[in-house]
């Protein structure tokens, strides 16, 4: 079965940065566009970014310039390198892959979730 596994959350400093990965195993991953997605709580979740099979990539607005995601086909490895983090950023992060069309940011576009990691921002 399609399993998502994210690590590499934890605290840092505001400026500070972190590097979140997620390995994916159940399926050919290279095949699809993968996502990474952030919910805090009380709020909605929330598209990051997305990078497809290609390579390319969307951003949110909110990210563009301090957030990189990339991909390793070979390891089954989705990344994302967050720099110049802000306590806005604090959030449980997702990965996200099984894209079913529609916004690349929008979680209802993806149809496997991994169980998150928490980034905390203060």
């Known amino acids: 079965h399609v399993q998502l596994v994210e690590s590499g959350g934890g605290s840092v400093q505001p400026g500070g940065s972190l590097r979140l990965s997620c390995v994916a195993s159940?399926?050919?991953?290279?095949?699809?566009?993968m996502a990474w997605f952030r919910q805090a709580p009380g709020k909605e979740r929330e598209g990051v970014a997305s990078?497809?099979?290609?390579?390319?990539?969307t951003y949110a607005d909110f990210v563009k310039g301090r957030f990189t995601i990339s991909r390793d086909n070979a390891d089954n490895t989705l990344y994302l390198q967050m720099n110049y983090l802000e306590p806005e950023d604090t959030a449980t992060y997702y990965c996200?892959?099984?894209?079913?069309?529609?916004?690349?940011?929008?979680?209802?576009?993806?149809?496997?979730w991994g169980q998150g990691t928490q980034v905390t921002v203060s």
């Open positions: 996200a892959t099984g894209y079913v069309g529609g916004a690349l940011l929008g979680p209802q576009s993806y149809s496997y």
């Open positions: 990078i497809d099979r290609d390579g390319h990539t």
């Open positions: 159940g399926f050919n991953s290279d095949d699809y566009c």
